[in-house]
Antibody, heavy 122, light 107 residues
């Protein structure tokens, strides 16, 4: 059973860079089955897909965030990370990491971290 | 981006009721449609993938149907633990967008 845990600052100042890490346990981040995904949820709102990274380093970002977004993977630590630059209050949200599975034509988010609230405020 | 529209946005029902939530895609997505349940303060949980495939461990009172642009999630004989918010998600093309959610409340 894959487990994921987000970590990072809960408070970021406007115009700075939001950085989060997701630690994967119970499975290898180098598994070919998983695409390591970030999703966020603005307070009291719905879910927004941010993007994913494969263990090889290939990425796929939401075009709405692409210009400010960077993801990376550290196979030695079984972790993947998110960086979102030039943040504003609109980036305040609960950020989830998740494992996207693509198997036999089925694509879904099988495993989720518990989520971490990031507030953008001075 | 593919837009996903759920209806209703909120729903009141009683234990034992049968409820249906609808999700409509802005274009044909085949059966690339998943359903998630989210309880307050918790991460979403995958219930159904590929429109109708029930995940292991999910009670059989949950079922999904549809293809193309119109999909439904049905919950038979509502239990107290089913009161939550439900989201559909398309995984036909990136960005893998979600519906706005349907909040299921106790009547």
């Amino acid at each position: 059973q894959v487990q994921l845990q987000e970590s990072g600052p809960g408070l970021v100042k406007p115009s700075q860079t939001l950085s989060l890490t997701c630690t994967v346990s119970g499975g290898s981040i180098s598994s070919s089955y998983y695409y390591w995904t970030w999703i966020r949820q603005h307070p009291g709102k719905g879910l927004e897909w941010i993007g994913y990274i494969y263990y090889s380093g290939s990425t796929h970002y939401n075009p709405s965030l692409k210009s400010r977004l960077s993801m990376s993977v550290d196979t030695s630590k079984n972790q993947f990370s998110l960086e979102l630059s030039s943040v504003t209050a609109a980036d305040t949200a609960v950020y989830y990491c998740a494992a996207l599975v693509m198997v036999r034509g089925v694509i879904d988010l099988d495993y989720w971290g518990q989520g971490t609230l990031v507030t953008v405020s001075s | 981006d593919i837009q996903m529209t759920q209806s209703p946005s909120s729903l009141s029902a009683s234990v034992g009721d049968r409820v249906t939530i609808t999700c409509r895609a802005s274009q044909n997505i085949g059966k690339y449609l998943n359903w998630y349940q989210q309880k307050p303060g918790k991460a979403p949980k995958l219930l159904i993938s590929a429109a109708s495939s029930l995940q292991s461990g999910v009670p059989s009172r949950f079922s999904g149907s549809g293809s193309g642009t119109d999909f439904t999630l049905t919950i038979n004989s509502l239990q107290p633990e089913d009161f939550a918010t439900y989201y559909c998600q398309q995984t036909y093309s990136t960005p893998y967008t979600f519906g706005q959610g349907t909040k299921l409340e106790i009547k």
